[in-house]
């Protein structure tokens, strides 16, 4: 039965139109998540097949003076040459992180997790690219990386992406913002608050 006009919203009323909007934004941070990933993704692959057509192996090439330098190299390892052995190790750690990534976009509830989730995934899935199809063989690839700063190793878009999201995950979490967009402190019932401080800012 039609409330009459004017009569006061019951708390199951509330509830039932909260429901809609509360979907709704679940749908766009999981959108976020998975359209930052591969946007991320399809940049890293696109600026490596431009560094291996136009870059000379170990030969650098200054970009931003000597700030910034474009020098191709292969890594078989992870940063600072480590675990140059077990590549297959860190291919499958990968594959892991962005299938879990996946897996917690359709349950993420806060704007900062969703972006960070989503550098992680587009880096992650970057770098287990390569690993996959570059030589010499699949789950043994080595990573093509090109961009070179002084005293530090030599990265790519991919990597860039997952230091980012490291800094942005750890300022959200000192903020105290969980996973599920809530405060710290806060039930489940924080969340609208939560969510409009973040969409403020």
């Given at each position: 039965?039609?409330?009459?006009?004017?009569?006061?919203?019951?708390?199951?009323?509330?509830?039932?139109?909260?429901?809609?909007?509360?979907?709704?934004?679940?749908?766009?941070?999981?959108?976020?998540?998975?359209?930052?990933?591969?946007?991320?993704?399809?940049?890293?692959?696109?600026?490596?097949?431009?560094?291996?057509?136009?870059?000379?192996?170990?030969?650098?090439?200054?970009?931003?003076?000597?700030i910034?330098?474009?020098?191709?190299?292969?890594?078989?390892?992870?940063?600072?040459?480590?675990?140059?052995?077990?590549?297959?190790?860190?291919?499958?750690?990968?594959?892991?992180?962005?299938?879990?990534?996946?897996?917690?976009?359709?349950?993420?509830?806060?704007?900062?997790?969703?972006?960070?989730?989503?550098?992680?995934?587009?880096?992650?899935?970057?770098?287990?690219?390569?690993?996959?199809?570059?030589?010499?063989?699949?789950?043994?690839g080595?990573?093509?990386?090109?961009?070179?700063?002084?005293?530090?190793?030599v990265?790519?878009?991919?990597?860039?992406?997952?230091?980012?999201?490291?800094?942005?995950?750890?300022?959200?979490?000192?903020?105290?913002?969980?996973?599920d967009?809530?405060?710290?402190?806060?039930?489940?019932?924080?969340?609208?608050?939560?969510?409009?401080?973040?969409?403020?800012?």
């Amino acid at each position: 039965m039609q409330a009459e006009a004017g009569a006061a919203l019951t708390p199951a009323d509330t509830t039932a139109s909260a429901r809609p909007a509360g979907a709704s934004r679940r749908v766009v941070l999981t959108a976020t998540v998975l359209g930052l990933g591969l946007t991320v993704w399809g940049l890293d692959q696109l600026t490596k097949m431009w560094a291996l057509r136009e870059l000379t192996p170990g030969v650098p090439r200054p970009l931003v003076g000597e700030i910034l330098q474009l020098n191709l190299l292969f890594n078989p390892g992870a940063a600072f040459s480590l675990g140059t052995g077990v590549t297959p190790v860190f291919a499958t750690i990968q594959a892991v992180v962005s299938l879990a990534i996946v897996v917690a976009a359709f349950r993420v509830g806060s704007a900062w997790w969703a972006v960070g989730l989503g550098l992680v995934l587009g880096g992650a899935s970057g770098n287990l690219t390569d690993r996959l199809t570059r030589p010499p063989g699949f789950m043994h690839g080595h990573v093509v990386d090109f961009l070179q700063l002084p005293n530090w190793p030599v990265f790519n878009i991919a990597d860039s992406a997952i230091v980012t999201a490291a800094f942005l995950l750890a300022l959200t979490a000192f903020r105290g913002i969980g996973f599920d967009g809530s405060r710290e402190g806060e039930g489940a019932g924080g969340q609208r608050a939560t969510d409009a401080e973040e969409n403020r800012g």
